[in-house]
């Protein structure tokens, strides 16, 4: 677990790339969170007229600004060969590179940067459309470029062959974690010396047919405001019945406070710590008692040298699921006295962005420290009747500007696992 409180080197974040429903370009999606706007409307990739969910938070494909056009970044014939949840890896990738200055002509660099890009089910579009084929027995149709454009690692692989990147790679999947426990392994992997900056975050792509229908399945999904796409989403509302799903990437370039510094590199943020658990208990529902959600709020906390009166703002995971969105305000009930509750704001931007799932914890990552950055929190959007009594300020509707210094991320997943990240304003 990263702790910048146990002498091991200090971890900032430099760069900042993301591919959402609201768009690809970082300061115009940032805009349109704080403007309270949504990325939700009608399912458009497939025909959804015969599924109970009729709703996504789909990327906006196209060639206009702030959209997506897949043929300006790859050609048709590698685009057939590797799933969506790669490219958007790719792009968001090369934004946060850039974004980042860092000089990647120098081979020394590229010896010493790596790469790791959480997901939690990869490349679903391209496994089921070949998964058809051999059902069929039509099995000449299958891509021979199946696992290699589907494999969940592939997207930080691609990632570092199209730079030349060097350093340690690999990929997290704990399911809607994954991309905040890539950011924590990513922070860890640098505070040991084993790279001097990490291409971080997480990578989804799961609108279709399979994947809506999976979902579904295990009655996850939002299923009442098919005809009110916008008000679908709505962590810690009461008239709640599932999250939207999302899809998209977000990443963040981490980098040693050294090399931050010895280039002149902008430094949006620092990562305090990263604190982990797990439920242990269910393999979807959280502890009534909320002490993995706790445990790892806490840890995050201590491991950053903080109390939770040093905390400004918390970015739940916030799903708009009745279980979830419950248990963790339970869980921050647990963590903040009954003063601090009164004061720490607490908002889900997946009210905005549906959820990503596996990239879900990346690009609230990119939200939290673009809050610090800014001191505004985003809104709760669609928050009316909170499921629960509550003192804590869920920042219904509208943003709030607030001096905003420390920051908690929260992402939990299925399986019980919990991580929560805290990000800091930068001070030498």
């Known amino acids: 677990m990263y702790s910048r409180n146990v002498g091991l080197s200090r971890v900032v974040i430099t760069g900042l790339g993301v591919v959402c429903p609201l768009g690809v370009e970082v300061q115009d999606v940032w805009k349109h969170v704080i403007d309270g706007e949504t990325g939700v409307g009608p399912i458009t990739r497939f025909d959804a007229s015969d599924y109970q969910c009729k709703i996504a938070a789909e990327i906006p494909v196209g060639t206009g600004p702030n959209q997506l056009n897949p043929a300006d970044w790859l050609p048709k014939n590698r ?11 790719l792009v968001a990738s090369k934004k946060a590179l850039h974004d980042s200055g860092v000089d990647l002509s120098d081979e020394d660099v590229k010896k010493k940067t790596g790469v790791v890009i959480g997901s939690g089910s990869g490349g679903v579009k391209l496994l089921s459309k070949n998964a058809f084929y051999a059902s069929l027995g039509e099995i000449r149709r299958i ?11 592939m997207a930080a692989g691609e990632v570092a062959i199209n730079y030349g990147l060097l350093g340690p790679n690999f990929s997290t999947s704990t399911a809607c974690s994954s991309g905040s426990h890539a950011i924590a392994m990513a922070a860890q992997t640098i505070a040991l010396g084993q790279a001097d900056r990490m291409v971080a975050g997480g990578a989804e792509a799961g609108i279709c047919e399979f994947g809506i229908a999976s979902f579904l399945a295990c009655r996850a999904l939002a299923r009442k405001f098919n005809d009110r796409p916008k008000e679908a989403s709505r962590p810690f509302d009461l008239d709640h019945d599932g999250f939207v799903m999302g899809e998209g990437c977000a990443i963040v370039i981490l980098e040693s406070l050294d090399k931050a510094l010895e280039r002149g590199a902008n430094i949006y943020a620092e990562i305090l710590s990263c604190g982990m658990s797990c439920d242990a208990s269910h393999i979807t529902k959280p502890r009534s008692d909320y002490l993995g959600a706790t445990t790892a709020m806490r840890k995050a906390i201590e491991g950053a040298g903080l109390t939770s009166e040093d905390v400004d703002y918390v970015n739940a995971h916030g799903t708009s699921t009745p279980y979830g969105d419950e248990a963790e305000l339970g869980a921050l009930k647990n963590l903040f ?21 596996g990239a879900s914890g990346a690009i609230e990552a990119v939200f939290s420290v673009l809050s610090i950055r800014d001191n505004i929190i985003p809104p709760t959007l669609n928050l009316h009747r909170p499921v629960v009594e509550t003192k804590f300020d869920l920042v219904a509707l509208e943003a ?11 992402s939990f997943g299925f399986g019980g696992t919990n991580v929560t990240l805290a990000f800091g304003r930068y001070t030498t």
């Open 400 to 410: 709030k500007k607030r001096k905003t210094n420390i920051v908690l991320s929260n």
């Open 337 to 357: 006295d009954d003063n601090k509750v009164n004061t720490v704001s607490v908002s889900s931007t997946k009210s905005s962005t549906g959820h990503l799932l």
């Open 143 to 153: 891509s021979p470029f199946l696992i290699t454009g589907s494999s969940i690692n």
């Open 79 to 89: 685009l057939n060969r590797i799933d969506d949840f790669i490219l958007y890896s």
